[in-house]
């Protein structure tokens, strides 16, 4: 089942059409995918969100063209947070369940860092959000914007064949 945009009542796709979060937290923007930083409060710099510019739910949902560049999409965004956070890994999560629309967090995990470790990162997330632990100073997440913008520029978001 393809799902129809739904800006009323999805928040990811609210986020896609709301300027002020765009022009703060989006690298960028392919036909099929939008790549973007956690808006704030960050849990950490370098979590980093890719979604699809269409409203769906998930891979089982993908046209053709989208089936054949998400590959290349995540895996080329991978490879932008683990540059430019320096992170031993990048793991990548997707539920769903926050927002029927999927965005794949790519999240940063750091071998010195228990707090990223595996489902740590999921307390971290929640302790962040409520206020318990230090969000990403946002100076350091616009500086790694800026810089994934840069790096953007010489990537390609939709894969080799669709951009």
Do not use: N
Request: with cysteine; proline share 9%.
């Amino acid at each position: 089942m393809i799902l129809e945009p739904m800006p009323q009542s999805c928040a990811i796709c609210a986020i896609h059409q709301d300027p002020s979060r765009l022009q703060a937290f989006e690298i960028g923007r392919g036909t099929l995918w939008l790549l973007r930083h956690h808006p704030d409060p960050a849990p950490l710099p370098g979590w980093f969100l890719l979604d699809s510019c269409r409203h769906l739910g998930g891979p089982a949902d993908f046209t053709a063209q989208e089936a054949l560049a998400w590959g290349p999409a995540v895996q080329w965004a991978s490879a932008l947070v683990r540059e430019l956070t320096g992170c031993d890994r990048v793991y990548a999560i997707a539920f769903g369940e926050g927002a029927p629309h999927l965005h794949l967090h790519l999240i940063p995990r750091f071998g010195s860092d228990p707090a990223t470790a595996a489902w740590s990162v999921a307390d971290h997330y929640r302790a962040v959000a409520a206020g318990e632990r230090a969000a990403a100073p946002p100076g350091q997440v616009a500086e790694l914007v800026e810089r994934a913008r840069a790096a953007l520029r010489q990537g390609v978001l939709d894969g080799p064949a669709h951009s």
